[in-house]
């Protein structure tokens, strides 16, 4: 899949995950923690659905088990990889063209927004 510089949020306490990822976030903090006591958590999912990031990456040592974020991916997003320790979620109209493309063997452009 190639989602080099799609939007994103990272649901952990890891900032590495955007570097390695060359993804956009569309939070001003890299961890989630921060943003949530910079922003108030509220704020920090307000944000989220509104800006309807492309990638929501989690990682399971997210504070609560994933808390709130839970009910946004299951109405917006399709997971499309999960290991032990992460998942990859990605906003479900893009999931379908990235998808496709991965199918048919071509990356295509990254996906937009």
């Known amino acids: ?9 990272v649901w952990s306490p890891n900032s ?8 956009r976030p569309i939070l001003p903090e ?4 921060e943003n ?9 999912l ?6 309807r990031p492309v990638v929501i990456f989690l990682t399971h040592n997210s504070y609560t088990k994933y808390g709130p974020i ?8 399709t997971e499309v990889q999960a290991t032990a320790v ?11 063209r990235v998808l496709a493309a991965a199918e048919r063997g071509g990356g295509g452009p990254a996906p937009s927004g």
């Open 86 to 96: 992460s998942e990859l979620w990605i906003r479900s109209d893009v999931a379908t």
């Open 70 to 77: 839970l009910p946004i991916l299951q109405k917006s997003y």
């Open 36 to 44: 949530s006591a910079l922003l108030g958590n509220q704020t920090v």
């Open 1 to 9: 899949m190639r989602l080099t510089g799609a939007t994103a949020v």
């Open 46 to 51: 307000r944000r989220v659905q509104a800006d």
């Open 16 to 23: 590495w995950d955007y570097l390695l990822a060359g993804l």
């Open 30 to 33: 890299p961890t989630v923690y």
